[in-house]
């Protein structure tokens, strides 16, 4: 079964056509993009207002664990006896799995910056936008950028499901091989979500690392210290103890350090 698979895979003639590996993939990525995107819009603004603020954050947990509860699979047929066939029920349930992740890393991410460095940009002057805008973000980014890999792995992961209501993607692999049962099939759309899966996953990480201030993303110019000679202030000046000439003139005259009193 798995030599099958693999001949499969590698077969170019498979790659071609309206049903090639090729537009099956695209179609994945397709589905996969629109989820994540509308659950980013809804995530992402939320989890930055309520961290910014500093308040919901019940709700956060509540509507965090009770999304991540939802089967995807009975969503979407709920959905479908609603809405009907067609693109709008999947996408609907991949974005109701792309919203729990999504909005737990944007709230962490903002609710965890230092405190001091909030309360210095607002003795500085700044709004509340620009201190959320400025300061807040960037400094969240790594846990944003990480609620957002972990989202789209999970809606990549889960993005098969598409093919339930008759659509496009490598979910097609599974469910043609399963009514058919031709379990190389099925073995084929597993390793081609698999793969594609740790790619974006791949690609993501890389990301998260960038985000992390130190690892090259943003490097603040190197200030050389100034050359120029220092004048010494009297409390910094030398104290002698060898002879010294003497300003009324004459011969010279030894000079005792001062005696500082405690």
Do not use: C, K
Not at 103 to 112: D, E, I, K, Q
Request: glycine share 10%; no cysteine.
């Amino acid at each position: 079964m798995f030599t099958s698979a693999w001949d499969f895979i590698v077969d170019p003639a498979n790659w071609q056509g309206p049903t090639g590996i090729g537009a099956r993939i695209l179609q994945h990525l397709w589905y996969s993009l629109l989820a994540v995107v509308f659950a980013a819009v809804i995530a992402v603004p939320a989890g930055l207002a309520i961290g910014h603020f500093r308040r919901g954050e019940i709700v956060v947990v509540g509507v965090v664990n009770a999304l991540r509860s939802l089967p995807t699979l009975g969503v979407l047929t709920l959905l479908v006896l609603l809405l009907g066939l067609g693109l709008v029920p999947p996408i609907l349930a991949l974005v109701l799995l792309g919203i729990p992740p999504l909005l737990a890393g944007t709230y962490a991410g903002v609710a965890n910056v230092d405190r001091t460095v909030v309360d210095a940009a607002e003795a500085m002057g700044m709004t509340p936008l620009q201190v959320l805008v400025r300061v807040e973000i960037p400094n969240a980014l790594p846990l944003i950028l990480g609620g957002l890999r972990s989202a789209t792995l999970q809606v990549i992961a889960t993005a098969t499901v598409a093919a339930y209501v008759n659509l496009g993607g490598l979910g097609r692999y599974i469910f043609d091989g399963l009514a058919l049962r031709s379990y190389d099939r099925v073995l084929v759309g597993a390793i081609l979500v698999a793969v594609l899966a740790l790619i974006v996953d791949g690609v993501l990480a890389a990301a998260v690392w960038a985000s992390v201030p130190g690892t090259g993303r943003l490097r603040r110019p190197y200030i050389a210290p100034s050359t120029a000679p220092t004048v010494p202030t009297d409390s910094e000046a030398p104290v002698t103890v060898g002879p010294q000439p003497d300003p009324r003139g004459g011969s010279l005259r030894r000079t005792r350090p001062p005696i500082r009193r405690r």
